[in-house]
């Protein structure tokens, strides 16, 4: 009998700074929007781009001190697996829509560099910790959102992260 396979792996640019929350019971998530662009030939012969806009979830210990990291225009490589909500709208339609529960986050440009920036050259010079970051006064806790599983999304690099 052969296994179905679930895998993702994206390598794109934050749409915008990530949304830190918290789960009910305290733990921390980040959640996020990756913008993944594909060269495409025009009606008229001329190459253009194509983005591919994915909404990702990141359960991980170390939410809170990346979060101060995840910008808008920041190049990241995800991997993880696709996970479907299903929810009925205020209209009362069945609505679905399908995220990306990430499992590894690698930063590989600030959002201040180019297209040509990578991970070796960001981190030449270790940047200061916590500048310009603060704590959230009263952290947003979301009722909706499921704790993830024992064997779960837990399982980031702290080698990955400049701290």
Do not use: H
């Not at 959640?31 to 194509?50: C, Y």
């Not at 990241?76 to 339609?93: F, T």
């Amino acid at each position: 009998m052969a296994s179905d396979v679930n895998v993702v792996v994206l390598v794109g640019r934050l749409t915008r700074d990530c949304n830190l929350r918290y789960t009910p019971s305290g733990n921390a998530f980040i959640s996020f929007t990756i913008a993944v662009n594909k060269a495409k030939r025009n009606a008229d012969g001329t190459w253009g781009e194509e983005a591919s806009f994915i909404d990702c979830t990141y359960f991980g210990n170390n939410s809170q001190n990346l979060s101060q990291f995840l910008q808008k225009g920041r190049q990241v490589a995800v991997s993880g697996e696709l996970r479907q909500s299903k929810w009925e709208g205020q209209d009362g339609q069945p609505r679905s829509k399908l995220d990306v529960m990430v499992n590894t986050l690698n930063l590989l440009s600030s959002p201040n560099q180019g297209q040509g920036g990578g991970f070796a050259s960001q981190y030449s010079q270790r940047p200061q910790q916590n500048q310009g970051y603060q704590a959230p006064q009263q952290p947003q806790v979301v009722e909706s959102m499921p704790e993830p599983q024992v064997g779960g999304p837990e399982s980031f690099e702290d080698d990955s992260i400049p701290f």
